[in-house]
């Protein structure tokens, strides 16, 4: 199981950016994060056109197979979500991992019974405006 975020355990930073001008003031080799929404179907093509990593936030099952097809390198999402986008990134061997949004780390054991990829918590993700 993948862990983000947690104190004792070093993790990568995903970078959580709302344009592409947000893009120059994250570190190179940064993971983008972006949420699904309109917009974000313009920054997927610039960070596949300049081979950068991104994460995408969906609330959606939809939007996670979606998510897959554009090539995403983690899916996150809320607990309500998790087991339903996990079956179907098992059953269609999703290249991207599924991330369950955590607040601390009393909820680990609860997502690791659930079979998920791996749980970040709120310190792995980096708001650049």
Request: hydrophobic content about 45%.
């Amino acid at each position: 199981m993948l862990l983000f975020g947690h104190p004792h355990i070093p993790s990568e930073k995903l970078y959580h950016i709302a344009s592409i001008e947000a893009i120059e003031h994250t570190p190179s080799h940064s993971i983008l994060l972006f949420s699904c929404d309109e917009e974000v179907f313009e920054l997927i093509e610039f960070a596949k056109t300049n081979d950068l990593l991104f994460a995408l936030d969906i609330s959606t099952l939809t939007q996670a197979i979606i998510c897959e097809n554009l090539d995403a390198h983690y899916l996150l999402v809320n607990k309500t979500l998790c087991k339903s986008v996990q079956n179907a990134a098992d059953t269609y061997l999703f290249d991207a991992k599924v991330l369950v949004h955590i607040k601390n780390e009393e909820e680990i054991e609860e997502v690791a019974t659930l079979g998920i990829d791996g749980a970040i918590l709120p310190e792995a993700i980096i708001k650049i405006s």
